[in-house]
């Protein structure tokens, strides 16, 4: 079956950098795009990033652009999101998610996902 095991997070404070990983088995890897996605207490699932199979389609919400990078190691089976001047609202749990279907152009909506992993904490401090 196809499991995503997310890692990296951890508490940082404002203006700090964390490196999350997604580590996917169970499928062909570079078959699929993927995903990050956050959620914080009390909010809705929102999505941060995407990123096509072959990595050169990458998509960003407004919050991440110019401090986030996704990037995908398809040898590795591995997508990371390297996240950089961080702030006390980037407070949540980030998932990874990659979908069902071979599509070539990532979703943005956690609809378009099908697989997800349990989820990594990332907590910013001010």
């Known amino acids: 079956q196809v499991q995503l095991v997310e890692s990296g997070g951890g508490l940082v404070q404002a203006g700090g950098s964390l490196r999350l990983s997604c580590a996917v088995s169970?499928?062909?890897?570079?078959?699929?795009?993927m995903a990050w996605f956050r959620q914080a207490p009390g909010k809705e699932r929102e999505f941060v990033a995407a990123i096509s199979k072959s990595g050169d389609v990458t998509l960003y919400a407004d919050s991440a652009k110019g401090r986030f990078t996704i990037s995908r190691d398809n040898a590795k089976n591995t997508m990371y999101l390297q996240m950089n001047s961080l702030k006390p609202e980037d407070t949540a749990v980030y998932s990874c998610a990659t979908p069902r279907g071979t599509k070539y152009f990532p979703p943005r909506t956690a609809g378009g996902y099908d697989y997800w992993g349990q989820g990594t904490q990332v907590t910013v401090s001010s």
């Open positions: 169970g499928r062909t890897f570079s078959m699929y795009a």
